[in-house]
């Protein structure tokens, strides 16, 4: 089945506690991304990649990072995670960048800092 | 930076109603793609608007790409139970070389009463 899978689904952890969220898809798809959604604030993008090692900033990218390792997987990893990082984070992927092509996202992963 | 502004934030309409949710953009659109997230789920990919004036449906659903490439509508005719979510656009962000940066309006949260 076609899909984008995340993991954690859940985490409450501690301020400052490094931690990772997986996301791996199995559609060979090229682009991919993450989002935080907070409510009355819809969502926005923290990071996308184009391709294997090429990744960009979105709208919110301070206090996370990225990896494109290899085509499948883009992991988002928050090195000293705060309150004001507590939010529910959905990854995405698409075929390609080129035309602008529909996002598949995963089931999202919601995070508590505390 | 390019924005997009959707409204309203939130309809409550009863089972029957029709129901329109807008999105306007300041600059001209390349094209614009809307998404269904229901309660608890993930946004999912309804249908993409490339040209000037294009309307398209889905069953209950009208989708309408403005004529200047600046604004889009989501109609949904009689409205059910199962039209309960929150409905997004999405534009793609063109500037300063940064082609993969993707939008999202803040969304219009639809409750319907049976």
């Known amino acids: 089945e076609a899909q984008v899978t995340q993991n954690p689904r859940y985490l409450i952890t501690v301020t400052g506690k490094k931690l990772t969220v997986t996301c791996s898809q199995n559609?060979?798809?090229?682009?991919m991304s993450w989002y935080r959604q907070d409510p009355g604030l819809g969502l926005r993008q923290i990071y996308y990649?184009?391709?294997?090692?090429?990744?960009d900033k979105g709208d919110v990218p301070e206090g996370y990072k990225v990896s494109r390792k290899e085509k499948r997987n883009f992991p988002l990893i928050l090195e000293s995670p705060s309150p004001n990082q507590t939010s529910l984070y959905f990854c995405?992927?698409?075929?390609?960048?080129?035309?602008?092509?529909?996002?598949?996202f995963g089931d999202g992963t919601r995070l508590s800092i505390l | 930076g390019q924005q997009v502004m959707q409204i309203p934030q939130y309809q409550h309409v009863q089972e029957g109603e029709d129901f329109t949710t807008y999105c306007n953009s300041s600059?001209?659109?390349?094209?614009i793609q809307w998404y269904k997230q229901r309660p608890g789920g993930h946004p999912v990919f309804l249908i993409q608007?490339?040209?000037?004036?294009e309307v398209k449906k889905q069953k209950r659903l009208t989708f309408q790409f403005g004529e200047a490439k600046k604004n889009s509508s989501l109609h949904i005719t009689a409205t059910q139970t199962t039209d309960v979510g929150t409905y997004f656009c999405?534009?793609?962000?063109?500037?300063?070389?940064?082609?993969?940066?993707?939008?999202f309006g803040k969304g219009t949260k639809l409750s319907v009463k049976p």
């Open positions: 995405a992927s698409s075929l390609s960048f080129s035309g602008f092509q529909p996002q598949h």
């Open positions: 559609m060979n798809h090229e682009y």
């Open positions: 990649s184009m391709n294997v090692e090429v990744t």
């Open positions: 600059t001209t659109l390349s094209n």
């Open positions: 608007l490339v040209k000037s004036g």
């Open positions: 999405a534009v793609l962000m063109n500037y300063g070389g940064s082609q993969g940066n993707l939008i």
